[in-house]
């Protein structure tokens, strides 16, 4: 059993940061890859930011310069620090964890719960 509990969404003024963080716990082997997804109203959810084994980020280009995704093997956990914001990044945040569980080899998908963003005046 895998869970990821995500925190650090809110509401912000436009110019302002916050720091969306993302906890996985379970039977993990080890993880693959770890990703932040946003879904805003009546739009398609897509690819904010993705980091994979060894540290490689990248990021959608409506974010890149402004958003900075980092993970902390040690304890199973990604970060999502978002500087510069604007209304356009109001949506709900999810995070995805691609990861191997413990005796298995088969690579599997989990998402967390959503945590929501406010950028408004």
């Known amino acids: 059993q895998v869970q990821l509990v995500e925190s650090g969404g809110g509401l912000v003024q436009p110019g302002g940061s916050l720091r969306l963080s993302c906890a996985a716990s379970g039977s993990i082997a080890s993880i693959t890859s770890m990703a932040w997804y946003r879904q805003a109203p009546g739009k398609q959810r897509e690819l904010v930011a993705a980091i994979t084994t060894g540290g490689s980020p990248n990021y959608a280009d409506s974010v890149k310069g402004r958003f900075t995704i980092s993970r902390d093997d040690a304890k199973n956990t990604v970060h999502l620090q978002m500087n510069s914001l604007n209304p356009d990044d109001t949506a709900v945040y999810y995070c995805?964890?691609?990861?191997?569980?413990?005796?298995?080899?088969?690579?599997?998908?989990?998402w967390g719960q959503g945590t929501q963003v406010t950028v408004s005046s």
């Open positions: 995805k964890v691609l990861l191997i569980l413990i005796r298995w080899t088969t690579q599997t998908q989990y």
